[in-house]
């Protein structure tokens, strides 16, 4: 669409209402005058009805014309319409086809990569930008290892950096985000074919200390906390990134472990046993359809087609904690880590949508504002942001990113 820097593709999806929101408050609320967007989906009657005030373009993931219509003209496409191992392929080639950034919030691992695989030199050789995982998948943990990275001189000083979901209050989560979890555990097993053809296959990541172990499930936190490991994409995510980094600029990888915090051991008990039933249930057809057709039941209504109410989006707030354990010196990294290095990267806002928005929003306009310093293809957030303003925008919105200790140990 002429006259417009950012097209939100799906936005009159759960979460593409808030980007969209999140755009407006940009524009005018915080004064971002030469931000001008448009709101896009295949219904023009959901769209007059949601955005009776936005631009509109109708477009059909499904009809890549469309989309190449829609998209000709826009400088970011802000794509919102998931699951993305459905449509996502589709709305990247037609940004190829239309000349647009791209950008998501996906956080299913086998389309991430598959991107990289499929559209990176496409993307390259048009000198266009894609990246995936804008969103609380993946920016807290991509984007907080590195800035934790950077507090140690160097990254052959880094043992190992442990980060810890912490969600206070939690919301309700879509039933598309429930979806796409369901059909990335069925289909688990194409990963491994799709990372033996990504540049960074062939790589063999050496970490300082060398590799260490998960610690248990179940394993008890100073903050009184315990810990399991977290099944999302935010570990492949960053391990994407170190190893990009060092195949790029030949950056020392730092060894990185994920996972989420509970309260109690009835809470690790349960979430052990719905990672159980999740397995089993997406090992065959009528446990995937079953899945899909009572989402509420079978997350003990977590996860609903309604989505969490305002009330509840007020309440809930985040922290992602970074454990960093090195060394002072060159000399003194043969031995045990004796520097422990915590920091946080934190909202005092809903985790999976509102910071979604912000992230996706501030990505957006770093391809707009920055462009220069962010290098063409498909990357994650690091690659391509850590040597933009990301950091500070996230800062300006509320988001606090910092140093909590530094200790030697």
């Not at 994407?240 to 790029?248: E, H, I, P, V």
């Not at 309260?263 to 979430?271: A, K, R």
Request: proline content about 4%.
């Amino acid at each position: 669409m002429r006259g417009v820097n950012i097209i939100v593709f799906g936005a009159t999806g759960f979460t593409g209402k808030f980007i969209v929101k999140e755009l407006k408050n940009e524009k005018e609320v915080r004064g971002a005058k030469r931000l001008s967007y448009a709101v896009c989906g295949r219904s023009e009657e959901k769209l007059k009805s949601c955005f009776p005030e936005e631009r509109a373009v109708v477009a059909d993931a499904a009809d890549e014309e469309s989309m190449v219509n829609a998209f000709t003209g826009a400088d970011v496409v802000i794509n919102a319409t998931g699951p993305y191992r459905f449509y996502g392929e589709a709305v990247m080639r037609a940004c190829l086809l239309a000349n647009s950034h791209y950008v998501d919030v996906s956080g299913e691992p086998a389309f991430l990569e598959r991107a990289v695989v499929e559209f990176s030199e496409e993307y390259e050789k048009k000198k266009l930008i894609a990246i995936g995982s804008c969103g609380f998948d993946s920016i807290p943990a991509d984007l907080g290892a590195y800035f934790t990275s950077t507090i140690f001189p160097s990254t052959q000083l880094i043992s190992l950096i442990r980060a810890y979901h912490i969600v206070h209050n939690a919301s309700k989560a879509n039933f598309t985000t429930f979806e796409s979890a369901v059909h990335s555990m069925r289909n688990s097993g194409e990963l491994a074919s799709i990372r033996k053809e990504l540049p960074t296959s062939k790589v063999k990541l050496e970490y300082p200390g060398g590799k260490q172990k998960m610690t248990k499930a179940g394993d008890k936190l100073d903050s009184g906390l315990y810990s399991m490991p977290f099944p999302g994409a935010d570990a492949s995510v960053v391990r994407r990134s170190q190893a990009t980094l060092f195949l790029r600029d030949k950056i020392t990888p730092v060894q990185f472990q994920c996972y989420f915090t509970v309260g109690s051991w009835f809470y690790v008990m349960l979430s052990a046993l719905f990672g159980i039933l999740l397995t089993v249930m997406t090992s065959f057809p009528l446990g995937v359809n079953l899945l899909l057709r009572f989402p509420e039941f079978f997350s003990g209504g977590f996860f609903s087609r309604e989505g969490p109410s305002d009330e509840l989006l007020d309440k809930s707030t985040f922290e992602m904690r970074f454990v960093a354990e090195g060394w002072n010196s060159a000399s003194e990294s043969s031995g045990k880590p004796t520097r422990k290095v915590v920091t946080t990267f934190a909202g005092a806002e809903d985790p999976f949508y509102r910071f979604t928005a912000a992230a996706v929003v501030a990505s957006a306009r770093c391809i707009l504002e920055e462009r220069s310093k962010i290098p063409f293809g498909v990357h994650t957030p690091t690659v391509a942001l850590r040597k933009t303003s990301i950091l500070d925008r996230l800062r300006k919105r509320g988001i606090k990113i910092q140093v909590v200790s530094d200790t030697q140990i």
